[in-house]
């Protein structure tokens, strides 16, 4: 089984470093527990076969600035601002975007495409997961221009109740590194137990059924296609009072596919 090390600054380094390399496919700490990071087509590969998880099935991008959510993906001014509102409020938040053409380059050219994004070339941006899973994201944009996807450390369909000796042997064996913060993610909801807490984020589509971002509704009732709250997670009661101050219209269709 790979080694865990416990979370520092000289950490992040090293993690970011292992990510670097081709094929690196480490195990990070969030707010709502363990991902698996990778950063092309072979870590890819790997995450998939460690989760035992579908290839049909995307991951996220992990994104460490607003800046980088513009570089990357298609955005409304209405978007802009629920992203900032998190963003400011610490609110950690997903949603679903088509990618801007000059943002796709920055994923590999080695047919990491078709593993982070969907049938409609959409992929969820999220922001605000938790500081030491964004400080290693940080550092491989800032630093090497590199993207971070990301998917829950963890069997498919299955929790890692927010420690690291959750992930099963098979993800542990298969990363190259493991990185233990537990006590950083019990703190996020120091309220729950690992039964009653959250363990993955609220995921908002902006696309309609084609993927094309829904439209600006500038105040009017009943503008359609609307943002859909498509997955529940932390925060949701923050990120549904967001929608409504910020969106007349928005839905609620939990388990919706992505």
């Given at each position: 089984?790979?080694?865990?090390?416990?979370?520092?600054?000289?950490?992040?380094?090293?993690?970011?470093?292992?990510?670097?390399?081709?094929?690196?496919?480490?195990?990070?700490?969030?707010?709502?527990?363990?991902?698996?990071?990778?950063?092309?087509?072979?870590?890819?590969?790997?995450?998939?076969?460690?989760?035992?998880?579908?290839?049909?099935?995307?991951?996220?991008?992990?994104?460490?600035?607003?800046?980088?959510?513009?570089?990357?993906?298609?955005?409304?001014?209405?978007?802009?601002?629920?992203?900032?509102?998190?963003?400011?409020?610490?609110?950690?938040?997903?949603?679903?975007?088509?990618?801007?053409?000059?943002?796709?380059?920055?994923?590999?050219?080695?047919?990491?495409?078709?593993?982070?994004?969907?049938?409609?070339?959409?992929?969820?941006?999220?922001?605000?997961?938790?500081?030491?899973?964004?400080?290693?994201?940080?550092?491989?944009?800032?630093?090497?221009?590199?993207?971070?996807?990301?998917?829950?450390a963890n069997p498919s369909g299955q929790g890692n109740r927010g420690v690291l000796a959750g992930i099963g042997d098979r993800i542990a064996g298969a990363a190259d590194l493991l990185v233990e913060a537990d006590d950083y993610v019990a703190s996020v909801q120091p309220d729950r137990d690992a039964d009653t807490r959250w363990e993955q984020s609220v995921m908002v589509s902006m696309v309609d059924q084609g993927g094309h971002l829904v439209p600006e509704q500038h105040g009017?009732?009943?503008?359609?296609?609307?943002?859909?709250?498509?997955?529940?997670?932390?925060?949701?009661?923050?990120?549904?009072?967001?929608?409504?101050?910020?969106?007349?219209?928005?839905?609620?269709?939990?388990?919706?596919?992505?």
């Amino acid at each position: 089984m790979t080694t865990a090390v416990r979370w520092s600054d000289d950490v992040q380094a090293a993690a970011a470093q292992r990510l670097v390399a081709p094929g690196g496919m480490i195990v990070a700490p969030t707010k709502v527990g363990y991902i698996v990071m990778t950063t092309d087509r072979r870590g890819l590969e790997r995450k998939f076969d460690a989760k035992q998880r579908p290839l049909s099935k995307p991951g996220v991008v992990l994104v460490s600035s607003l800046e980088m959510v513009h570089r990357l993906a298609e955005t409304t001014p209405e978007i802009d601002a629920l992203y900032e509102r998190c963003w400011n409020e610490d609110v950690l938040l997903g949603c679903i975007l088509p990618w801007r053409p000059d943002g796709l380059r920055h994923i590999p050219d080695d047919g990491s495409r078709e593993l982070v994004m969907d049938s409609r070339a959409t992929s969820c941006f999220v922001i605000r997961f938790g500081v030491p899973a964004e400080s290693i994201a940080r550092d491989l944009w800032e630093q090497h221009e590199l993207l971070s996807f990301a998917s829950s450390a963890n069997p498919s369909g299955q929790g890692n109740r927010g420690v690291l000796a959750g992930i099963g042997d098979r993800i542990a064996g298969a990363a190259d590194l493991l990185v233990e913060a537990d006590d950083y993610v019990a703190s996020v909801q120091p309220d729950r137990d690992a039964d009653t807490r959250w363990e993955q984020s609220v995921m908002v589509s902006m696309v309609d059924q084609g993927g094309h971002l829904v439209p600006e509704q500038h105040g009017a009732r009943s503008v359609a296609p609307v943002p859909t709250l498509i997955r529940k997670g932390l925060d949701l009661d923050r990120i549904m009072r967001f929608l409504s101050d910020q969106f007349p219209s928005w839905d609620h269709r939990h388990g919706q596919y992505h």
